[in-house]
């Protein structure tokens, strides 16, 4: 009677093996070692590890296999939370910074130890492209290019949009009246405002800006 092979467990047998057969099957990894057979003449389903014409073969075979090393089933997630970590305090202190630069940075008033110097009205229209910059009671800036309303605000309604600005001070920049000065009257506006509106004219081409500084009583 030849020799019969089955996998651990299967109801399906593999008949009409030899015992070479079967070795080579170990071999070339056909077969496990924990896989049964039944040799000529037994009756009885046993590993081929423990069947004693295979044993000594299954042996060689598990001592000359790498070992297997079980692979992880789950992720390591401390070095993302690590990173992730980083990046919260990172961003909790930069937003905090940039709060507290927003409150204690004053506003431009445009007042110095110097002594201001003194221009007349004529020549304030004459000389200097004039820039109002006021805002409601809401914080909404109004601004007003030569006393006349220009809308120079983004598309939230807030906050000023530079390209507008340039828009609106090109034309007093260019032909033989031109004006290279402005004097900028900022009242009750952010500091943001002023720098934004600040950019924007020396980008249009204004060299200089100045701010007006109210006339003392008597003087």
């Known amino acids: 009677m030849p020799w019969q092979v089955r996998h651990e467990g299967s109801p399906q047998v593999v008949r009409d093996l030899t015992l070479q057969q079967i070795v080579d099957g170990l071999r070339d990894g056909l077969w496990e070692t924990t896989d049964e057979v039944v040799g000529p003449g037994e009756t009885r389903w046993q590993p081929i590890e423990s069947h004693p014409q295979l ?13 297997r090393h079980q692979e992880a089933t789950s992720l390591d997630m401390n070095a993302l939370i690590d990173v992730c970590l980083v990046l919260l305090i990172f961003f909790i202190l930069t937003t905090s910074y940039a709060n507290l630069v927003q409150k204690v940075v004053p506003m431009a008033t ?35 290019v030569q006393l006349q309303p220009v809308d ?30 402005m004097i900028l009257d900022a009242r009750g506006v952010s500091w943001e405002t002023v720098i934004q509106i600040q950019d924007a004219a020396r980008s249009a081409g204004v060299q200089k800006i100045r701010y007006p500084v109210a006339a003392k009583a008597g003087g």
């Open 55 to 67: 044993a000594d073969v299954a042996m060689d075979l598990e001592d000359l296999r790498p070992p």
């Open 152 to 181: 120079v605000l983004a598309a939230d309604g807030k906050t000023i949009d530079a390209a507008k600005v340039k828009t609106a001070l090109q034309p007093y920049l260019r032909g033989e009246d031109r004006k290279t000065e």
């Open 110 to 144: 445009g007042r110095s130890e110097a002594k201001a110097r003194a221009v007349k009205a004529q020549d304030v229209r004459k000389q200097y492209i004039q820039v109002e910059a006021v805002a409601d009671k809401n914080g909404k800036p109004t601004v007003r």
